[in-house]
């Protein structure tokens, strides 16, 4: 079974700028997280996808969004970013919502 | 704010000993997981326990919950060199279909 895979693996933006980071989840697996963790911090929540829907959203402003598409795979879009948005942002999918995550390896988004 | 936040911050043990991490929480909960990070990797879970339990085990891991005391314990026996890692705990709340909340970790070195 192929686990969650995120790409890409590193992204180097420039402040003001936009990113795009994406997300596929396990084969079956309708719910998509996104968590956000700075360097040395806990996983802070972002955002929560399920079967296309946003189901739940963390305390993030609004350049903050994503979407899940009908495949379930996910994308989280940043914009106008700020150099504290440098961070390594987390992917997980799950069966339902009380079940265990699944995680992807992340990317680590770097701001110039 | 925060549901866990775990106990000690940094633990440093020599391989063959055991360890004890903890996790307090503050509301109600469903669930309480337990996931491992490895060093800029994704998290990888180690354990769920329901509200309802109060010990499981999962090969040399045994994770105690006390919800009298909004409380947890990971104990890891006989660690090794590769359970070097972060340790977090997660609780989603009794309320349902909410996000997991992570607390900040503990990150364990065991020395070979």
């Known amino acids: 079974e192929a686990g969650v895979t995120q790409s890409p693996t590193h992204l180097i933006k420039t402040r003001g700028q936009q990113a795009t980071l994406r997300c596929s989840p396990i084969?079956?697996?309708?719910?998509v997280y996104w968590y956000q963790q700075a360097l040395g911090l806990g996983l802070q929540f972002l955002l929560w996808y399920d079967e296309g829907e946003e189901r739940n959203r963390g305390n993030f402003p609004p350049r903050f969004s994503g979407r899940q598409f009908p495949n379930y795979s996910s994308e989280l879009n940043v914009n106008a970013l700020e150099l504290e948005d440098s961070a390594l942002y987390l992917c997980?999918?799950?069966?339902?919502?009380?079940?265990?995550?699944?995680f992807g390896d992340g990317t680590r988004l770097s701001i110039l | 704010s925060q549901q866990g936040e775990e106990d000690p911050q940094a633990l440093s043990i020599q391989e063959g000993e055991n360890a004890t991490m903890n996790c307090s929480y503050k509301?109600?909960?469903?669930?309480l997981q337990w996931y491992r990070q490895n060093s800029g990797r994704g998290l990888v879970h180690l354990i769920l326990i329901r509200s309802n339990e109060r010990e499981k085990h999962s090969g040399r891991l045994r994770v105690t919950l006390d919800t009298s005391k909004k409380s947890s314990s990971l104990l890891i026996t006989a660690s090794r060199a590769a359970d070097t890692a972060s340790y977090f705990c997660a609780t989603d709340a009794l309320s349902g279909n909410t996000p997991l909340v992570f607390g900040k970790g503990t990150r364990l070195s065991v020395i070979a």
């Open positions: 084969s079956g697996h309708t719910s």
């Open positions: 997980a999918s799950s069966l339902v919502w009380d079940q265990p995550q699944h």
């Open positions: 509301t109600s909960i469903n669930n």
